[in-house]
C-alpha cells in the first residue's frame, strides 16, 4: 500500500473548471478502491463546495503568512483532503485562475507557489500528522514547483507530474525568483528558467522522477514542435520518463442508467428511451420538438484548443441541412458574441447556452445525437467518453486522446464491431464539414446507427485499468 498525496488545483465537485476537476475527483477514488492510502491537497477557495465536517489539523507561518490546514473529505468517499486556507489568497469568489473577465488573478504565482510549498511540507510530514507520503503525484503549472522544491529535500518522497494541459504553463517574470523566495540552485535552463522567464510547469518537468500524460498518442505529440511550445526538446530529453496514461471517467456520474439530472434514464437495452431526453433537450432549448432531427451538441470551454471557430466556419452551412444544434460553454467573449448572434438569427436551429451548467451538460449528453470535438490539439477529453456512454455518437479530430478513444466508422469497423464514432484528420472547417455530412448519412441508416451506439456504450472508460498502470509506475519509482 503506498501513501499517494494527489496534489491539485481543483477536484469535482468541490470546485471544476475543467478535466482536471473530473480527474482529480475521481482517480484517487480509484486508487482508494485498490486498497491504497490516498490524500488530496488544493487551496481553501472560497468557491469550494464544501458538505461536512471540515476542521483545521495544523497551523503554521509561510511565506511570512499565517496559514491553516484543514481537513474535510471527498464527497461520497472516505478520502481525506487537505485545504491550504490562507484568506489574503484563495478568499476570492468565482474562478481559481481567473477574475470574472478571464484575466489571470495578479497575484497567480504567489498564490499558486505558496501552495506548493505547503504541499511540500504536508508530503514531508512536517505537520505533525503522522503521514508521510511515499509518492507525490502533482498535476498541471499550478503545482509543478512541487517536485522542484522537493528535489531539494533529504528522504523524500518520489514524484510523478502529470501534464493535463501543456499550453498553460505557469510563467512570470523572472524577478519572480526572488520575491517568491525559490531557492537559487534551481533557476538555470535546465530547472525553471525558460527563455529568461520563471516557469512553473518546468519545475514538474525537469524534476519529477516520472512524467505522465493523459493519453499514449498525446505523450507523443508533446515531443514535436506542433504540440511542444517549445518544451519538445525536454520532453524528449526526458523521453524514458514519460508515459501517457489514458484518463477514465467517473461511471457513477456519468452513467446513464442512474443519472439524476435527466429525465429519463436508459441503457443500451432500451435506448428508444433516449428520445425522452431528446424532447427534454429540445424543449428546454426552445428548439422544435421533433425527434427525426437529428441534434449535435457540444459542450465546451470557449478556447482556441476546442476548434470552436472551426465550427462557426461550418455554420452557414449547417443551416442547410436538416440538424439542430446545441452548444453550452464559456471563454473567448468574442466567440460566445458570434455564437449567440448565430442562435438568435436562427432560434429554430441554433440553440446557445452561455455559462457553465452541469445538469444542461448531463442533459446534452443524453439528448443529443451526435456529439461534435473538433479539437486542434485534446490531451485526454472527457466529454467524447461520456458522450459513448450515453449512445451520442461523437464526432472528433484525430489527436490526441481523441484518437485513442474514439474508433471511426468503416465497413471494417462496423463489421467488427468496435465503430463508435466519426474520425476526421484535419484541423479545418472543410474536413469538419466532410465529417458532419458523413455523420448525418449514418444516422439515416438507423440499423447501423444502433450499432454504433451500442459499440460505443459497451466501451470500458472505468479508472481500474489506468489507476492499475499509476500504480505500476509508483511502484518503479518508490
Ligand atoms: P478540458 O479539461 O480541456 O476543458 P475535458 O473534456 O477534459 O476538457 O473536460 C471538460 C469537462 O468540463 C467535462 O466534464 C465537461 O462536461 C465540463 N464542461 C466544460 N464546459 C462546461 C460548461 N459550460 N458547463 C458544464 N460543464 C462543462
Ligand atoms: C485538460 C485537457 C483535457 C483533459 C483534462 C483532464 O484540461 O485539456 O484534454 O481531458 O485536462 O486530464
Not at 471527498?74 to 481567473?98: K, Q, R
Not at 449567440?340 to 452561455?354: F, G, M, N, R
Not at 468496435?418 to 476526421?424: H, K, L
Amino acid at each position: 500500500m503506498k501513501k499517494i498525496l494527489f496534489v491539485t488545483s481543483e477536484a469535482h465537485p468541490l470546485i471544476k473548471t475543467g478535466g482536471l476537476a473530473d480527474v482529480s475527483g475521481s482517480l484517487p477514488k480509484a486508487f482508494a478502491e485498490l486498497s491504497q492510502d490516498v490524500r488530496l491537497i488544493m487551496p481553501n477557495y472560497q468557491a469550494l463546495n464544501l458538505s461536512g465536517d471540515v476542521h483545521t489539523v495544523f497551523s503554521l507561518r509561510a511565506d511570512n503568512r499565517q496559514i491553516n490546514i484543514l481537513e474535510t473529505r471527498l464527497p461520497d468517499s472516505s478520502i481525506p483532503v487537505w485545504l491550504v486556507d490562507c484568506p489574503e489568497f484563495y478568499n476570492f469568489p468565482g474562478n481559481p485562475y481567473t477574475d470574472g473577465q478571464g484575466n489571470p488573478w495578479p497575484n497567480n504565482a504567489e498564490r499558486f507557489s505558496l501552495f506548493c510549498r505547503i504541499a511540500v511540507i504536508c508530503a514531508m510530514d512536517k505537520i505533525g500528522q503522522n503521514w508521510k507520503a511515499d509518492i507525490v503525484h502533482c498535476n498541471d503549472w499550478q503545482t509543478g514547483l512541487v517536485p522542484a522544491l522537493l528535489s531539494l529535500e533529504k528522504d523524500r518522497p518520489a514524484t510523478v507530474f502529470t501534464v493535463h494541459n501543456l499550453a498553460y504553463q505557469g510563467l512570470f517574470p523572472a524577478s519572480r525568483m526572488v520575491t517568491l523566495n525559490i531557492p537559487g540552485q534551481l533557476w538555470n535552463p535546465d530547472g525553471l528558467e525558460f527563455h529568461n522567464l520563471l516557469s512553473f510547469i518546468k519545475g514538474g518537468l525537469a524534476f519529477a522522477d516520472c512524467i505522465t500524460t493523459v493519453s499514449p498518442t498525446y505523450a507523443q505529440e508533446i515531443q514535436t514542435s506542433a504540440f511542444g511550445y517549445g518544451l519538445e526538446g525536454l520532453l524528449r530529453y526526458r523521453n524514458n520518463a514519460l508515459v501517457g496514461i489514458i484518463n477514465g471517467i467517473d461511471t457513477d456520474q456519468w452513467n446513464p442508467e442512474t443519472d439524476g439530472y435527466i429525465p429519463q434514464r436508459f441503457n443500451v437495452d432500451s435506448l428508444h428511451d433516449k428520445t425522452r431526453n431528446k424532447t427534454e433537450l429540445q424543449q428546454r432549448m426552445q428548439l422544435p420538438v421533433n425527434d427525426s432531427i437529428p441534434v449535435l451538441g457540444l459542450i465546451s470551454r470557449l478556447v482556441e484548443q476546442k476548434g470552436i471557430d472551426m465550427v462557426l466556419d461550418c455554420l452557414p452551412e449547417m443551416l442547410s441541412m436538416d440538424m439542430q444544434f446545441v452548444l453550452l460553454g464559456s471563454g473567448d467573449k468574442v466567440v460566445e458574441q458570434r455564437l449567440q448572434t448565430w442562435a438568435e438569427a436562427h432560434p429554430d436551429k441554433i440553440a446557445v447556452t452561455l455559462g457553465y451548467d452541469e445538469s444542461l451538460a448531463h442533459l446534452i449528453e443524453a439528448g443529443a445525437d451526435i456529439f461534435l470535438m473538433p479539437s486542434r490539439f485534446e490531451p485526454c477529453g472527457l466529454n467524447q467518453m461520456y458522450s459513448q456512454r450515453y449512445g451520442t455518437i461523437p464526432i472528433v479530430r484525430k489527436t490526441g486522446g481523441l484518437a485513442d478513444t474514439v474508433i471511426d466508422t468503416s465497413w471494417e469497423t462496423l463489421a467488427n464491431g468496435s465503430a463508435s464514432g466519426i474520425v476526421f484528420n484535419d484541423a479545418n472547417s472543410g474536413s469538419l464539414l466532410e465529417a458532419i455530412k458523413r455523420t448525418l448519412l449514418l444516422y439515416r441508416n438507423t440499423e447501423q446507427w444502433r450499432k454504433m451506439q451500442a459499440n460505443a456504450m459497451c466501451k470500458d472508460f472505468t479508472w481500474r485499468r489506468s489507476a492499475e498502470e499509476y500504480l505500476r509506475l509508483y511502484e518503479s519509482i518508490s
